[in-house]
């Protein structure tokens, strides 16, 4: 492994090789991803007040206890780089009125995230880049 990938990566690494690696990752479907991270598509923890709550609601209150920390007001510009399927995104845009861009490498991600603020109905306040 050190000699065969390791060594090659310190070596001789490319903006092409990352997003050929990175890329077949997270565009192996979104259907993959859902299976085990649930319908909001999160990688990270929620904030839970009780062993009562359900996780999208934990979800919910870190996502805006962050919009509340940098004290996100309506018609703020806000740029959320390796943004995942734009979970943050949607809920910025969403919920304080932003104007959100999300940036990933993966094509599919994309499409879910237009999707989800679609379905908020702030896709006009979104928009994400897929670039390295």
């Known amino acids: ?16 090789q990352d997003h050929m690696e990175v890329g077949d990752v997270y565009n192996r479907g979104n259907d993959f991803y859902r299976w085990f991270l649930g ?3 999160i990688y990270t ?5 009780n062993s009562e709550e359900s ?8 996502l805006d206890t962050i919009a509340q920390y940098i004290q996100l007001k309506e018609g703020e510009q806000h740029l959320d ?12 845009a969403k919920n304080y009125k932003s104007k959100s861009t999300g940036c990933t490498l993966a094509k599919e991600q994309v499409v879910w995230g237009e999707e ?16 390295d």
């Open 45 to 49: 923890s929620g904030m839970f007040r």
């Open 1 to 16: 492994f050190f000699l065969g990938e390791f060594s090659r990566q310190m070596t001789g690494h490319s903006q092409q």
């Open 55 to 62: 996780l999208e609601v934990a979800q919910d209150r870190k």
């Open 116 to 131: 989800t603020a679609a379905k908020y109905g702030s896709k006009e306040n979104v928009s994400f880049l897929c670039c």
């Open 81 to 92: 780089i390796g943004c995942g399927w734009g979970t943050l995104v949607a809920h910025f």
């Open 39 to 41: 319908e909001r598509m």
